[in-house]
DNA sequence: AAAAACCCTTGAACCAGATTAAGGGTTCTG
DNA sequence: CAGAACCCTTAATCTGGTTCAAGGGTTTTT
């Protein structure tokens, strides 16, 4: 039940977790199930939980001052979903968390996860390497969104992630690339489809 | 010497470090000055070195394929100078990092900044800790540039930096919050100052 | 002390993308 | 199987911000 965890965990690390890590990791981690439109985080509940996916698809959003949505992250398969600031900060959370799809992911929960970093030196060398690239990757779409054209961002989005292009509807995908779906409606009008 | 970085690691950890791992960081990051305008990092090369920042300024920035350069970070006292996806992936970079004062750092190479981590988990730690926060503020940068309007944006900096605002100059903060001097210099004119 | 290099400003013309509004198709849900 | 809830498209209008071009001030270098 847990395989996918593990693997993801030690797929990171030059040295496969020994068996009391990975029993640390299977004892922490229950599997809870989302159905469609459900959520995993609502903006103001103090997020406690880190959520690694097993199936499904969530979406990470958060909403503006003029009751705007703004989609920041999808979590796939053997991605995370969390509101980091919130988890780590034991503030209420800005992020909203929706279930796609009916999913499936193994959670944890705040106090469970402090104690994972507190005796096995291995989860601070996981989650760093995982942050680092979240950070990598934020960096790199803050250029994109700096120098891209609207054209530029959603032909990118489509070479990057193809697998999510069919999945999750068009005006999801506008909202993440920072467009108005009427503007994407007409990019793919000239581009074919 | 080396006391300004020794103070910042520990700010971020419940344990303070131990002689052992204090003698490990002294042993390793090696002070370095650089002049206005000298470049720490350019396009090109390949990375292989890290920063503490311990007395002037630099700029990290992108030059895009139109030849317009975009400022993506400033790197004051107490902050980290570097290409994180260079330094780790070994790859050339895609990243400046300018002096824009006379500055001081301590820095370590790749092969040094490998045997912390290898030898002392602290550092996993302590780095996964800034990780965590680089990635939480880029998220939140990306929603300001997703959601706020340019003037919203800058109103944002002087609040978020005050200490920069006189320090760095106008065109180089249009180019950090992604508009162009000469809007950025009609807001200055409409909002006081 | 002149030359060179920045740096900030102003204004006019322009444009990428937002807004508003409307219509039609498809997929959930009770 | 009917209503509700999405979802995508199209077109007209509008606007926040860019581009281009020019001028003047201040700092740095020689």
Known sequence: MHAPLLKHINQFLLKPM????????????????????????????????????????????????????????????????????SLYKEEPSEMNIEALEDSAVLQIERKAFYELYDNFPVFDRYFRILAENAYIAAQKRLIRSHSFTAEERYADFIARYPHLVNRISDAKIASFLGMTPEFLSKLRRNFGK
């Open 18 to 85: 020994d068996p009391a890590e990975e029993k640390a990791v299977t004892d922490r981690f229950a599997l809870k199930a989302y159905r469609k439109r459900q959520y995993l985080l609502q903006a103001g509940d103090s997020s406690s939980k880190n959520s690694f996916v097993v199936s499904g698809c969530f979406r990470v959003y958060v909403v503006d001052t003029n009751g705007k949505e703004h989609n920041l992250q999808f979590a796939v398969e053997n991605g995370w979903a969390l509101d980091m600031g």
